[in-house]
């Protein structure tokens, strides 16, 4: 995006998985995880997914996408749902899809158990999809408590849309004594002034789509997505801006002038970087830091198998607002502990030898 500085460089997030002979991650390699998590607030693992891993984790969710009949997020903008920009629906509880998200915790029981004790409750299981001309999501934060895992089980490229975060914009105790006690302030500053910049990039894309015919905007979509009053935080929508209903951000004088009086000490203490994950890499991120879904710009869907694990307990009604249980999961919930011991099949005898460093 030309008018929003992010870094695709995100070498300094990203850890080799390394495996010990029980075939969870290493001593040293859960070190590392927690602490760029615990310091950035997310990190990027490589290589915890074989390619034929990945490869099952993808048609597994393809095979899901192609029922007619599935239950769809409620949580993604509505309107690129509605019409065929994204498709982020739960997955059922059966058995696959159990197994799958059990392989993923299992590995990486080390480090998620410093965050998730054994009886905190997975509030999701999902597939998070994206085509081509889906929203640039603004940068917000998730609810609180909650330890998020997104697996790549494609090369994911930036044109695609790789997740942006905001390192070091997580939520702590003393957290908001950083920037000499003005973090706050800070965050929300620059909160907006990325949000800005994504409206008119959003904008832009609309209108290019609107008049060069690069992407066929379906019936009604051009409305919907800018001059609708429905409820939808991730569109440009001008009338909900107007009418100060979007939660994310709303126009505000005062707020121009205050980014524009702080841009050198926002410059300083922020950036922004955007992940291109490789197929088989995990992202592990606290739900309470900034982070988008950017667009895909590219006739590539973008495929993530994602899980959120509450890291405290979640008071429902919140846990309502980010994230779509499958009814499934609803009529058998599931905890921590609960997929630490559910049987799998993805483990292969002799990994630890290919992946142990």
Not at 117 to 124: D, I, S, Y
Not at 225 to 230: I, K, N
Request: aromatic share 10%; hydrophobic share 35%.
């Amino acid at each position: 995006m030309k008018t929003l500085d992010i870094s695709n460089d995100t070498t300094e997030f990203e850890v080799s998985a390394q495996f010990s002979s029980n075939g969870q991650i290493s001593e040293s390699c859960t070190r590392e995880i927690c602490r760029l998590v615990d310091t950035a607030g997310f990190a990027v693992v490589n290589d915890l997914l074989d390619s034929s891993e990945a490869d099952h984790g993808l048609a597994m969710m393809r095979q899901h996408l192609e029922d007619p009949n599935r239950e769809k997020g409620d949580f993604a903008s509505q309107t690129d749902m509605r019409y065929g920009r994204r498709d982020f629906c739960p997955l059922p509880s059966n058995p696959d899809v159990l197994s799958y998200a059990a392989t993923l915790a299992q590995r990486l029981q080390p480090a998620i158990q410093e965050y998730c004790g054994v009886t905190r409750k997975v509030l999701e299981i999902s597939t998070m999809t994206s085509y081509r001309g889906a929203s640039h999501q603004y940068i917000h934060r998730d609810p609180d408590g909650v330890l998020c895992l997104f697996a790549a089980v494609d090369d994911v490229t930036s044109e695609q849309g790789g997740t942006v975060f905001v390192p070091g914009t997580h939520k702590f105790s003393g957290a908001d004594m950083m920037f000499d006690g003005r973090a706050d302030f800070l965050s929300r500053l620059y909160q907006a002034a990325c949000n800005y910049s994504i409206l008119g990039h959003n904008l832009r894309t609309l209108w290019s789509m609107r008049k060069k015919g690069t992407d066929t905007l379906r019936p009604g979509e051009w409305k919907d997505r800018v001059f609708s009053t429905r409820y939808d935080n991730h569109q440009p929508n001008i009338f909900r801006f107007l009418l100060g209903k979007n939660s994310v951000f709303s126009f505000s004088p005062r707020t121009l002038w205050q980014i524009r009086q702080h841009r050198k000490t926002l410059a300083r203490y922020f950036r922004t970087v955007q992940t291109a994950p490789r197929k088989g890499t995990v992202i592990l991120y606290r739900s309470d830091m900034l982070h988008a879904g950017p667009d895909n710009r590219t006739d590539r869907p973008r495929y993530f198998f994602g899980m959120s694990i509450a890291r405290d307990i979640v008071f429902e009604q919140q846990w309502r607002e980010g994230y779509s249980s499958h009814s499934t999961l609803l009529e058998n919930p599931q905890n921590f502990g609960d997929l630490l011991s559910y049987p799998t099949e993805s483990f292969k005898p002799g990994m630890e030898q290919n992946h142990a460093a």
